[in-house]
Structures are given as C-alpha cells and as structure tokens.
C-alpha cells in the first residue's frame, strides 16, 4: 500500500553532550517543545506519539505522556535501538493514513550519566544477563569483534577498509555542528588506535553520549497548510530476527525484503542519491551496503575502495558524521540518520548538504544479542519535487 498524502517533516536534533545530569524525560521533552514551536501548533494538536528511549526506564511512552502533560489518541513504543527511527516512520504513517493521528511527534533521546551505559548493559537483555555476561562478554565490543573477524576472513575485507569509512565520516561530521568529534582523523590514526578486542580498535567504536532527535509525521494537506517543508515516504521495511539459521550474521533482514522494497518504491539502488545507515561498528556499514543492492554479497570492500563518500564526493554516506564521529545517544542513533536525510530532502542540511539530493535511503539495525542484530529497517524517501 502506499504511503501517498503522508510526509515527514520538521527534523529537529538537540545538540549532543558526553554526559548529562539530566533525565531522558528532560531531552525528549526538549525535543517534543522543539517541535511545537517549529511547526507552529499547541501541544495538545499532537495526537499521536511515538516514542525511543533507553534510559527511560522505569517509564515507557505512557509514562511519558504524563511528564510531559499530553493526552494522545495514538501512542507507541519502540525499543528497537539502532531501527528504531525507521519503525517509527512507517508505524506512525500508517496511523496518519488510517486517520488515528493527525499529527505523529517521533522522539528519541537518552540520557548519559556517569554510569549509565553500564546499567544499560546490565539490563540489556535475558539472553544477555544468562549467556554472554557469565562468560565476560559485557558489551557490544565483544559481540562486534567476532562480526567483524568473521566478516573479514569470508570477504578479505581490511582495516584500511573500514578505515576508509571511518575517515570519511569524520570529514563529514567536521562540516555538522552538532558533531561531537571535532578533529580530523587520518587513515593512520585510525590504523594505530588503540585495541580494544581483535580486531575492533579505538575509532570503530561509537561514544555513548546524551541528546535527543525528533520529526512530525502528518498529512502532506496539514503540512503546507502549516508552512513546512515536507519529504514523501517511498518505501519502508522491517524485519525481526531474520536468518535463523546462519551460525554466524552475514546478512540482515533486508535481504529478505529487498526487492519488494525497490519495487513499491518505483526506484532502484542507482537512483539513491545518498544514504543513511546506522553506523555502531563499521562492519555493519559493509553489511548494509551489500544487503541493500548497492554491491553484491561480499563485495562492500571492492565497493568502498572505489569511493569517498564524503558530502562532496562519490556516495555520499552519513553525510552528519554519523555515530562513529557524532556519538551515540542511545536510542537516539536510530534517529540520526533520519533526521539528516529530512534534512538533506528539504534542502536545510546547510555545510553537509549533497547537492541536487532528491531520493535518499535511511538503514537501521539493532538489538545486539552475542551474534547478530534483531531489528533491521530501511526507508526511501524523496524530496517533494521528485
């Protein structure tokens, strides 16, 4: 079915920091506020709200609403991690389509106190607490270490490789302000970082900071009436826990859906004029890179060899930084890759803005348990015009 008449609009980030005092309440709320005042409507013409967080807990999206003294019709919680900006774009669609909201608020955001990501861990998940932590595996580390080691021995993928992405996201993040690496990185800094586990070093890995990210999703009516720059939804994908029977993750679950994808989409990987993926390790960039079409299965390394994916150059790849060079506000990496692309397709990315952009991809992956991500999403979305 398609998603004509609904847009998405009005991408608002928080600007991110290493650690906050402040609850993930306090960041989605200034998000939800950011959003008001942007689109020039009360709070209360917000009827539906969607909703990711981490560090929200105790609470989930209903114990929000009373924080923040709203009263919606629609209501959704999404502790889908790195998909979750994806899932919240498609859902909430639906629920405007179907006339349940009016207007969706997509918030993400967590906090990050001293201790924060450790009690994250600690809590992550049943199959974490039960058979990764017993063995002293406390951590995404580990987990993408033996992606990635495996992933090179079956590809013949290299440091340098994943280097490549490495340094080009950081020249990118030096052009967005919000960045929290503010430094050039070179191949050989990244080449002579610090190990962390074989093979992950220094600078595959993403910083847990605080911050928030946020966009309405409405009626294409609503939104000119309300004056606001609008992107059209092409096509959207989940899937959950795909490819059970791989002993080891080489494929996510947008292999599964890939060409049902593109075809309801009337486009195809050529047309994509940038994309968005979720970035925590760089392996997972190589993943999918592939599992979209943009390569053949195993060829992601010939792939980025052959281009420079800044702002500027040959495909354009997390034209913010993203995470690696960003930071991870948690549940809010799910959010980062689409709130630029929104950006990018209404023309107000300023300094990381891809000339002529018109189709863009958002990816999402998440939910690490030992040996692969849960959730995988993905989005084509189009500037108004195109």
Request: include cysteine.
């Amino acid at each position: 079915m398609s998603y004509q008449g609904v847009v998405a609009c009005l991408p608002v980030s928080l600007p991110y920091v290493r650690y906050s005092i402040r609850s993930a309440h306090w960041w989605l709320g200034r998000a939800l506020g950011a959003l008001v005042r942007g689109a020039g409507v009360a709070k209360h013409d917000i009827d539906g709200l969607s909703v990711s967080s981490f560090t929200l807990a105790p609470d989930t999206a209903v114990g929000l609403v009373q924080h923040l003294d709203m009263s919606p019709r629609w209501l959704d919680h999404i502790p889908m991690g790195g998909a979750s900006g994806v899932v919240a774009l498609r859902r909430a669609a639906r629920a405007v389509q179907a006339g349940d909201a009016e207007i969706v608020a997509c918030l993400a955001g967590d906090t990050n106190h001293v201790d924060s990501f450790r009690h994250t861990l600690s809590q992550f998940s049943r199959f974490a607490q039960d058979a990764v932590y017993p063995y002293g595996a406390g951590g995404p580390n580990a987990s993408f270490a033996l992606l990635t080691a495996n992933y090179m021995r079956q590809t013949g993928a290299t440091r340098e490789d994943f280097g490549k992405l490495c340094v080009a996201q950081r020249d990118n993040a030096l052009r967005y302000p919000h960045a929290l690496m503010k430094k050039p990185l070179s191949l050989q800094q990244y080449l002579d970082a610090r190990l962390i586990t074989e093979p992950i070093h220094l600078f595959d890995c993403v910083m847990p900071c605080a911050g928030a990210d946020a966009f309405l999703v409405m009626s294409e009516e609503r939104a000119r009436r309300l004056g606001l720059p609008a992107v059209r939804i092409l096509s959207t994908i989940e899937r959950h826990n795909a490819w059970t029977e791989d002993p080891m993750q080489m494929r996510g679950g947008w292999t599964m859906d890939r060409d049902a994808f593109y075809e309801h989409a009337g486009v195809a990987p050529t047309d994509v004029d940038f994309m968005q993926a979720y970035d925590d390790y760089p392996v997972i960039n190589m993943m999918q890179i592939e599992d979209l079409g943009f390569c053949a299965k195993g060829e992601a390394p010939g792939f980025v060899r052959e281009h420079s994916f800044t702002v500027d150059g040959s495909f354009p790849f997390n034209t913010n930084g993203g995470q690696l060079s960003v930071g991870q506000a948690g549940a809010a990496g799910g959010y980062l890759g689409m709130v630029e692309a929104l950006r990018q397709l209404t023309g107000t990315a300023g300094a990381t803005q891809v000339a002529d952009a018109r189709i863009g991809l958002v990816s999402g992956f998440g939910m690490i348990n030992y040996d692969r991500g849960l959730c995988t999403g993905a989005a084509l979305l189009a500037r108004s015009d195109a």
